[in-house]
């Protein structure tokens, strides 16, 4: 379900671009899914759209990859518990640490970050521009996930 106001930045949509993205393409078919989530129809729309893309560099490493996910299951599963929603990894980005995306059934994009979970927008793409570009988002709201 895509929000309305979801439109993509054009200055974001050009970095997607040269990162390979096209706005019809489909990138489900070579994706690499974690073994440890079913897919809902939100994340299956994501990653159809976005999944596989890599960009940045060494410093802000961006990988919208769902198998990254794996690394976190334990956090995961946590966190659904948490805040009630069933939730898929789309990626990550590394900095200093890596830092997972999520999104929710409803597409609600999330981040876990340094031991918590962090709304970072109504839609993933809205959340793009922090995606892409590394911002650090106005986190709304955080659940502890401490071990």
């Keep these: ?5 979801s439109r993509i930045r054009w200055t974001t949509a050009f970095r997607l671009f040269l990162a390979g993205w096209r706005r019809k ?6 994706l690499r899914l974690p073994p440890s989530f079913e897919v809902f129809p939100e994340a299956r729309r994501v990653l159809t ?5 890599r960009f940045g560099g060494s410093n802000e490493y961006i990988c919208l990859e769902a198998s990254a ?11 659904e518990a948490k805040i ?12 200093q640490d890596r830092e997972y995306f999520l999104v929710d059934e409803d ?18 793409e809205r959340a793009l521009d922090h995606i892409v570009w590394g911002w650090k988002a106005p986190l709304v709201k955080s659940v502890e996930i401490a071990e």
Aim: glycine share 18%.
């Design 1 to 5: 379900m895509v929000k309305a106001g």
């Design 25 to 30: 393409t489909n990138q489900w078919d070579g």
């Design 49 to 53: 759209k976005f999944g596989g893309l």
């Design 69 to 79: 996910g794996e690394e976190v299951v334990d956090q995961i599963r946590k966190c």
């Design 84 to 95: 009630g929603r069933r939730l898929y990894p789309v990626g990550f980005r590394e900095h």
């Design 107 to 124: 597409g609600t994009a999330y981040l876990i970050a340094g031991g918590a979970l962090y709304i970072v927008a109504s839609s993933f």
